[in-house]
């Protein structure tokens, strides 16, 4: 059975950093995007970041362009996103997402998701 595992989240000021984990396991996941996604009370799922599985591509939304960096370990076979310069419109639950060859923003082409972990930053 795939498990996607978030870690890391947490209530943290404006202008502070959090860095979240995902941590996969129950298959092989080499060919395997991996997408963070956002979702705010009362909003649609968002996307955040992508990173492709092996060869080191990755997208950002707009909004979180340089603040925010995805990296994985595939050793570890864990994603991390590491949050800097945190906004109050940052506060949402974070999700992890994973994808067999994609790792854009359309969360239909998403195959297994986490739980999420709540970010909360205040003003």
């Known amino acids: 059975q795939v498990q996607l595992v978030e870690s890391g989240g947490g209530l943290v000021q404006a202008g502070g950093s959090l860095r979240l984990s995902c941590a996969a396991s129950?298959?092989?996941?080499?060919?395997?995007?991996m997408g963070w996604f956002s979702q705010a009370p009362g909003k649609e799922r968002e996307f955040v970041a992508g990173i492709r599985w092996s060869g080191g591509g990755t997208l950002y939304a707009n909004s979180v362009k340089g603040r925010f960096t995805i990296s994985r370990d595939n050793a570890k076979n864990t994603v991390y996103l590491q949050m800097n310069s945190l906004k109050p419109e940052d506060t949402a639950v974070y999700y992890c997402a994973a994808a067999s060859g994609y790792y854009g923003s359309s969360r239909s082409r998403y195959d297994y998701w986490g739980q999420g972990t709540q970010v909360t930053v205040s003003s």
């Open positions: 129950g298959r092989t996941f080499g060919g395997y995007g």
